[in-house]
């Protein structure tokens, strides 16, 4: 159904859902909009002709059903602002507080953002990980195993990964397993990274 056709039928629906409150007297106490002045004068000089009265009253009714409209309109406007923060805040939690570590990397391999377990299977605070370079993060010998990763994924597009040494800091170096995946039309890649067993893994990489 094209979007024309759907349009005519909300803004019906709207009016009847004005009309409806109008007349059972449930509009809101405290409405946002008020007459304007012209308004009032145009209502006050038709209100005093006999012949115009009529006319009077069918714009006045008008006038009070566009408001209601209007009040309608911000109110669903307030609940959808409502629904995407709340939304938002849960997509927000589930990001930084996963069991997995998940890094948003940009292609010339600096961290965009990254979230708690990320930060801490590369030995790292939180605030430590956003516009560095996740090779950085990693021991020489490591580094060209996953930014061969993201340089496949980049050139390819296909989800891919590899393990690789990384880390350092209280708990030691550590051996994570990646999987990095670039979104259709993407220009950030996503990296996904835990601990796998304490393999050699100086020379080993892993296709998907």
């Given at each position: ?114 979230n708690l377990a990320a930060a801490e299977l590369l030995g790292a605070g939180r605030d430590d990980l956003d516009g560095h370079p996740i090779a950085t993060f990693l021991p020489a010998r490591s580094r060209p195993l ?63």
């Open positions: 159904m094209s979007k024309t056709s759907i349009e005519p039928r909300v803004y019906a629906q709207l009016r009847d859902k004005a009309e409806e409150q109008l007349q059972a007297g449930t509009t809101a106490s405290q409405s946002q909009w008020s007459v304007g002045v012209d308004a009032l004068r145009l209502l006050h000089r038709l209100s005093s002709n006999p012949e115009s009265a009529e006319d009077a009253l069918k714009l006045l009714h008008e006038l009070q059903v566009h408001q209601v409209e209007l009040d309608l309109q911000i109110e669903e406007i307030s609940d959808n602002e409502r629904a995407v923060a709340d939304e938002l805040s849960l997509y927000r939690k589930l990001f930084d507080f996963a069991p997995v570590g998940y890094l948003l990397i940009d292609f010339e391999g600096n961290i965009i953002q990254g996953l930014l061969g990763l993201l340089e496949r994924v980049k050139q390819s597009g296909a989800r891919d990964h590899c393990q690789a040494e990384a880390g350092g800091g209280a708990h030691g170096s550590r051996h994570l397993q990646f999987l990095a995946s670039l979104p259709a039309g993407g220009e950030h890649i996503l990296l996904a990274c835990c601990e796998c067993g304490n393999a050699d893994i100086s020379s080993k990489t892993l296709h998907g």
